[in-house]
């Protein structure tokens, strides 16, 4: 019984679950190495959005945009804000931003006003956005 007993204190269950666990912490940092989707991890980025308080008004400008307008002019006919001047909003960190408004610019690409790359229409308490991202850093 001793020889069981020592032989089961081998074993230490426990030390297999710590392996466990650290494999498991391993898997979950590829993990998030892959939902990046090519986007280096940013704390800035200079954001451009066209604001709407009503939703069929900002539907019409994100119709101008699929039709190949540029973003700036789009921005100036409608957007609502302060931003008029294409809708630029500068360089933005996080925690700048409400919240939305900032997890579609921190997952948007890069692109330029004549070619945007924008988000889907994001509603916050100001209302409608459609956002573009110019830089990220």
């Not at 280096?40 to 954001?47: D, F, G, L, Q, R």
């Not at 931003?83 to 931003?97: D, E, H, I, P, T």
Request: aromatic fraction near 6%.
């Amino acid at each position: 019984m001793t020889k069981k007993a020592s032989g089961s204190n081998d074993k230490k269950p426990a030390d297999k679950k710590a392996g466990g666990k650290g494999t498991a912490k391993t898997d979950e940092t590829s993990d998030k190495k892959g939902k990046g989707g090519g986007l280096k991890p940013a704390t800035s980025v200079n954001v451009r959005h066209i604001l709407c308080e009503k939703q069929s008004r900002a539907l019409e400008a994100l119709q101008k945009l699929q039709e190949g307008q540029r973003f700036d002019k789009v921005a100036q006919e409608y957007s609502e804000d302060k931003a008029k001047a294409g809708g630029s909003l500068g360089w933005q960190v996080r925690g700048s931003m409400v919240g939305p408004f900032q997890e579609a610019a921190f997952a948007l690409q890069p692109s330029t006003v004549d070619k945007p790359i924008v988000s889907p229409l994001v509603k916050t308490q100001f209302g409608y956005h459609i956002i573009m991202v110019e830089g990220r850093k």
